[in-house]
């Protein structure tokens, strides 16, 4: 043995039972670093940087696409949801030997930016207006008379289930103003019996035919559990809306009659399409009359 050299000197270190060789450890310390260096690669945060991860990353929760129905029916933009309306009650007015007699209205008291789309008769079944009304949600009431819309009511028993409102438009569709009391009470309570024995229901709304009504319309009504009569202010013509008093213009609260078109017989739906165009030029959407005469 040399002076000052190691007995280890020039022979190879044997690895015993439990270690590895240098040369696999540092192997198995490269192949960690290689596979770390992967991983961190693929992360975009460590790629991108935080900042530039948190700008591709949508922000908020998923809001599904507006639905395009509005435009296979005719209109520019959809139908703006209206307000819930604060509950309220009807006033009943005026008094009569002691009685509330039904208030008349072509108008509901309201700031509210709606309007509401009543329709007469029940001669139109069409089943495109269902779908329209399911499709745009859309508020409406039916008058209904029985001798136009029976003896089969399921087409507005299915208007009822979208939400329709269905009332009361006498039996026959007689003119009423004039009429002895017995003869006004038959064709309101008439109809009431009837709408009640085939939908189930028992209507407090009344739309007198022609708009024609009197004293003794008020009286047979308030007895057949009617609590108002609703006329209009404007009805949609076969060219525009006419209104029936004050401003040429659709405002908040207005009771619209969506009348039939008997010139060019125009579809029940693109009368009402032709209605909603309108009411989207004041700004204004379509409301349940229901909601606001309770």
């Not at 040369?23 to 992360?43: F, I, P």
């Not at 460590?46 to 530039?52: D, H, N, Q, S």
């Not at 329709?119 to 136009?148: C, H, N, Q, W």
């Not at 949609?236 to 207005?254: I, S």
Request: glycine fraction near 10%.
């Amino acid at each position: 043995m040399r002076p000052g050299r190691s007995p280890w000197a020039g022979r190879v270190r044997r690895s015993g039972p439990g270690r590895r060789p240098r040369r696999a450890t540092a192997a198995l310390l490269a192949s960690a670093l290689l596979l770390g260096g992967c991983a961190q690669s693929v992360d975009p945060i460590e790629r991108l940087g935080r900042k530039a991860a948190e700008r591709v990353r949508p922000h908020g929760p998923h809001r599904p696409a507006p639905d395009p129905n509005y435009r296979r029916w005719g209109l520019a933009e959809p139908l703006a949801s209206p307000p819930r309306p604060a509950a309220r009650t009807l006033a009943l007015s005026p008094h009569s030997a002691g009685r509330s007699l039904p208030r008349v209205m072509d108008h509901v008291p309201t700031r509210d930016p709606v309007v509401f789309l009543t329709y007469d008769d029940g001669a139109d079944k069409d089943p495109r207006f269902v779908d329209m009304v399911r499709e745009l949600r859309l508020p409406v009431t039916m008058f209904l008379t029985d001798s136009i819309a029976g003896p089969g009511y399921g087409h507005f028993a299915r208007l009822h289930r979208l939400g329709a409102g269905i009332q009361n438009h006498t039996l026959d569709h007689r003119a009423l103003a004039g009429l002895p009391y017995p003869g006004q009470r038959a064709e309101i309570c008439g109809q009431q019996d009837r709408l009640r024995s085939s939908l189930g229901l028992r209507p407090s709304l009344f739309r007198p035919p022609y708009g024609a009504y009197d004293t003794t319309t008020l009286r047979a009504a308030t007895d057949c559990g009617i609590s108002a009569i609703v006329l209009w202010r404007a009805t949609m013509t076969p060219t525009d809306l006419a209104y029936a008093r004050g401003k040429p213009r659709l405002g908040p609260g207005d009771i619209v009659l969506v009348g039939p078109d008997e010139t060019v017989g125009r579809a029940l739906r693109d009368r009402t399409i032709r209605v909603l165009r309108r009411v989207q030029q004041r700004g204004l959407t379509v409301g349940r009359l229901e909601d606001y005469l309770n």
